[in-house]
């Protein structure tokens, strides 16, 4: 998100994921919406994984998603988005639900969900649509 620096969020998804046996296209802190639709659209990735951890998840969580499913090859690509997604703490059903109402598959705040959550989900994306020797990427 380009409103996140920090980076120890995405390098600890990034293990985690390749742990899991997928490669990782981690584009790093502060990336632009256009950047990440250009990535995205460029990588063809079977999972975007959207992380925040500076409380402004939520607000910009709708932005990018726009920007996501705005691009017709990417309105299908499962994407999700997790962390501290609020400065209040843990998001309300409401402020959730209306994150994947915008378009994400799944929401995994960091008040309210945990790593198991995630893995699992990534296991279903696996199981469902994700071929670890022929993806060509996940960014985180």
């Not at 380009?2 to 990034?14: E, G, K």
């Not at 790093?28 to 959207?50: H, K, M």
């Not at 090859?73 to 994150?99: D, N, Y």
């Amino acid at each position: 998100m380009a409103s996140d620096s920090h980076t120890w969020n995405l390098v600890y998804l990034q293990l985690l994921i390749e742990e899991l046996g997928y490669e990782v296209v981690n584009l790093g802190p502060c990336v632009p919406d256009d950047l990440l639709v250009t990535s995205c659209r460029d990588l063809a990735p079977e999972l975007v994984v959207i992380s925040s951890v500076n409380g402004h998840g939520h607000q910009d969580g709708l932005r990018v998603i726009a920007a996501l499913r705005a691009a017709g090859e990417l309105s299908a690509t499962p994407v999700v988005i997790g962390g501290k997604l609020g400065v209040t703490g843990r998001q309300s059903p409401e402020e959730l639900a209306a994150l994947t109402a915008a378009g994400f598959d799944a929401v995994f705040d960091d008040a309210s969900t945990g790593i198991a959550d995630f893995s699992r989900f990534v296991s279903s994306v696996e199981s469902a649509a994700l071929r670890p020797a022929e993806r060509a990427g996940v960014p985180a």
